[in-house]
């Protein structure tokens, strides 16, 4: 009787341990509303933004608390982030041992006289993994997981670099609007002035056509800066993973682009060791690598088989009986084929490595080039506004009042405002190259930056 207690209750212990089924819906409906629902006062984000920034931060969106954001909302980051964590559960499979198998068997002798005709018999079977696979696999599965770890920092960076791509884009257009419109004030003014030298005789009708032309199209390109403003927005939205309404009366702080973080030449040669050897993506190349060896090493040790150990118990016919079996499998083949293939993936992940060197070094020499012309052209554009801006003073103190007067200092602001938009796409080329450099060694060089990558160090939402 306590035989079988014990055995009930050892059933009853295994069973226990086990893991249940639990069941999850996936309603395309719940998904839709919720993201409808995201908005920049969620609870949630905002205890996500005073763990990372702090009670006492801006209220305003800057760029950086629109990357944390962006790291509680983006579905790049969230699927990223899962994957991640697909492969930390892989390093608890990888340690897992083999478990032991049970077989019982009942013989009945027809033939018996005098003894019983049964025959009751329990095998067990153990193995006994050799050449230290377990901790090869183990070795593997962490390097898997680390190179996870690693693109979800890389992808982090490409949420952030859109983000900056997608605001910069924002900003240009409202400048834009900003100079556009005083252009519009400048050149209506004009036409004013040249309606009443008209009339008076003073003037031809090609000089005020051509001015009324030129007014018209500071209104077309005055609307196409709202529209880009409006696109801007909604992809500033779309990059920090929530819908555009949630942007709706938002202030958003910009002045990130007012002038270039740095000069060209303060960008020293430390960008190329950092951007080949520290990036996130050549930090998950080599973990790559490094479980691409470990695999190889594994199926190294799978040539020298496991054992097999079976004890094994039988009552035969009032008779007990005790055994032991020791079995392997014969190692006709010696793993062979799988070595061969994880040999050829060891050398294709170093030829992955060694490429994505070679393309970050390509990219940031282009990157570097870029960012210097486009400062030397932002600085020829800053010398001819600020030529027009003492040319506009200078005017404003020595003309008398009049018509003619009137015509040349509103000439010269017009002129003036025109060397605005040119400074301004100039220094709109600057900021985009240097957010190339940016991406090229993928992480902010700007102090006002926001450090990406938060996520990838496991600060999950």
């Known amino acids: 009787m306590f035989r079988y207690t014990a055995a009930l209750l050892l059933g009853l212990l295994f069973l226990g341990g086990c893991a249940s089924y639990r069941p999850q819906t996936l309603s395309p409906h719940a998904t ?4 409808s629902a995201r908005s920049l006062n969620d609870p949630g984000l905002r205890r996500y933004l005073e763990k990372n920034i702090g009670r006492g931060a801006s209220v305003r969106w800057d ?7 962006a790291e509680y909302y983006h579905p790049d980051i969230a699927l990223t982030r899962a994957q991640w964590r697909t492969a930390q559960a892989g390093v608890v499979a990888a340690g897992g041992r083999p478990n032991p198998s049970a077989l019982t068997s009942v013989q009945r002798n027809l033939d018996a006289v005098g003894v019983s005709p049964w025959t009751l018999g329990l095998d067990l079977n153990f193995t006994l993994e050799t050449a230290g696979k377990r901790g090869d696999r183990i070795a593997q599965a962490r390097y898997l997981a680390e190179a996870a770890r690693q693109r979800l920092a890389a992808v982090t960076w490409q949420v952030a670099s859109r983000l900056r791509r997608r605001l910069l884009m924002l900003y240009q257009a409202q400048q834009n609007e900003i100079v556009l419109q005083r252009l519009e004030t400048a050149q209506a003014r004009y036409v004013a002035v040249l309606d009443e030298r008209r009339a008076a005789g003073d003037l031809a009708s090609f000089e005020l056509s051509q001015m009324r032309v030129a007014l018209d199209a500071t209104r077309l390109r005055m609307r196409a800066a709202e529209k880009q403003a409006a696109v801007a927005r909604a992809r500033v939205a779309d990059a920090v993973g929530v819908p555009a309404p949630a942007l709706a009366g938002v202030d958003l702080a910009l002045s990130l682009f007012d002038h270039p973080a740095f000069a060209a030449d303060a960008l020293g040669p430390d960008l190329r060791t ?15 690598y490094a479980a691409a060896e470990s695999r190889l090493k594994l199926e190294v040790a799978r040539q020298y088989p496991d054992l097999q150990l079976g004890p094994g118990y039988t009552w035969d016919q009032g008779a007990r009986k005790w055994s032991l079996a020791l079995g392997f499998a014969l190692p006709f083949n010696r793993n062979q084929g799988p070595i ?13 490595f060694m490429a994505l060197q070679d393309k970050i070094s390509g990219e940031l020499d282009a990157a570097h080039a870029e960012y210097a012309a486009a400062l030397k052209q932002l600085e020829t ?25 009137s015509a040349t200092r ?22 985009q190259a240097f957010g190339r450099v940016e991406d090229a060694v993928e992480r902010p060089l700007d102090p006002l930056e926001l450090p990406a990558g ?8």
């Open 454 to 461: 938060t996520g990838a160090h496991g600060d999950t939402p």
């Open 381 to 405: 554009a800053d010398s001819l506004l600020a030529a027009n801006a003492a040319r506009q003073r200078v005017l404003r103190q020595r003309l008398l009042p009049g018509a003619l007067s």
């Open 410 to 431: 509103l000439n010269a602001e017009i002129e003036l405002t025109q060397a605005a938009l040119a400074r301004l796409d100039a220094l709109v080329q600057a900021q």
């Open 340 to 352: 061969a293939v994880a040999h050829a993936a060891r050398e294709e992940a170093a030829t992955r």
């Open 63 to 69: 760029f950086p608390r629109l990357m944390l954001a």
């Open 274 to 288: 950092q951007a080949l050897q520290r990036r996130p993506d050549v930090l998950a190349a080599l973990a790559d």
């Open 32 to 35: 839709a509303q919720a993201f």
